[in-house]
C-alpha cells in the first residue's frame, strides 16, 4: 500500500504563491513518476505536472509559472506555484505510479480570490 499525505492549499490573492507538499510512505519502491493533477468544480481531474527519473513535464497552462521538484531522501514531491490565477483554482491531487497502478492523495484545496 502506498499512503500519500498533501499538505500547503489555502487562499491566495491573483498573482501570489503557494507552496505544494506530498509525502509518500508505505511501499514506496519501483516509483516512476509522481506529480500532481487538479480538478476544478464541474470539470475533469487534469494533469498538472509529474515528475519521473526521465525528466518533467508541464501542462501548457502552468508552463513557467509551476515549478515541481521531488526530494528522493524524503520520498517526497513538491509543488511551487507563482503568479497565481483565478483560473487555478481547484482541488489539487498528489499522484504516484508505481508498477502499472495510481495512487492518490486526499487533496488540497487551492483558491485564487482577491
Known amino acids: 500500500q502506498v499512503q500519500l499525505v498533501e499538505s500547503g492549499g489555502g487562499l491566495v490573492q491573483p498573482g501570489g504563491s503557494l507552496r505544494l507538499s506530498c509525502a509518500a510512505s508505505?511501499?514506496?519502491?519501483?516509483?516512476?513518476?509522481m506529480g500532481w493533477y487538479r480538478q476544478a468544480p464541474g470539470k475533469q481531474r487534469d494533469l498538472v505536472a509529474i515528475?519521473?527519473?526521465?525528466?518533467?513535464v508541464y501542462a501548457d497552462s502552468v508552463k513557467g509559472r509551476y515549478a515541481i521538484s521531488r526530494d528522493n531522501a524524503k520520498n517526497t514531491v513538491y509543488l511551487q506555484m507563482n503568479n497565481l490565477k483565478p483560473e487555478d483554482t481547484a482541488v489539487y491531487y498528489c499522484?504516484?505510479?508505481?508498477?502499472?497502478?495510481?495512487?492518490w492523495g486526499q487533496g488540497t484545496q487551492v483558491t485564487v480570490s482577491s
Open positions: 508505505g511501499s514506496i519502491f519501483s516509483i516512476y513518476a
Open positions: 515528475i519521473t527519473n526521465s525528466g518533467t
Open positions: 499522484n504516484l505510479k508505481r508498477l502499472g497502478a495510481d495512487y
